[in-house]
């Protein structure tokens, strides 16, 4: 999903910020993300392991792309560290920009995704459940860069 600060920049060398699946969820995180309200994001430890990609990496930098695979923005990684789902705060949470005023809400609503049939088929395991233990990647960015013509 990212790579170091010292390797290639370019827009179309960089690895893909693909934000939830292709459709309207991934449609509102992108616009979120563009203009300025969403600066944080978080994914489950279980999804590097399985996809065999390596945790992000402060200074990493990855190509926000759309719903059409378009490379819409630059992101760079500012912070990133795993904790146990139970230690998301509030700030974390608001950071998302998904509008949610409480750790509960966010909660909520990042537990119907995870339980999805398209992230547990993703996953490989039909079962897949979180709980307060589950290890999640809890991730800060900034754009660095808009892409002409797009967003």
Known sequence: MTVGPDQNTDPESLPK????FPGPLRD??????LDGSKTATTGLLAEYEHAGEPLPSV????TVVDSD???VAVIEVTEARVVPLREVDIAHAVDEGEGCTTVDGWRADHEEF???EEMRRALGDPR???HD???VVLERFRVVGRLHGLG
């Open 17 to 20: 910020a693909e934000f939830a």
């Open 28 to 33: 509102r995180l992108v616009a979120a993300v």
């Open 59 to 62: 200074g990493a930098r990855s």
């Open 69 to 71: 695979d378009r490379p």
């Open 114 to 116: 995870w339980h999805s």
């Open 128 to 130: 897949f459940t979180v």
């Open 133 to 135: 233990t589950t290890a």
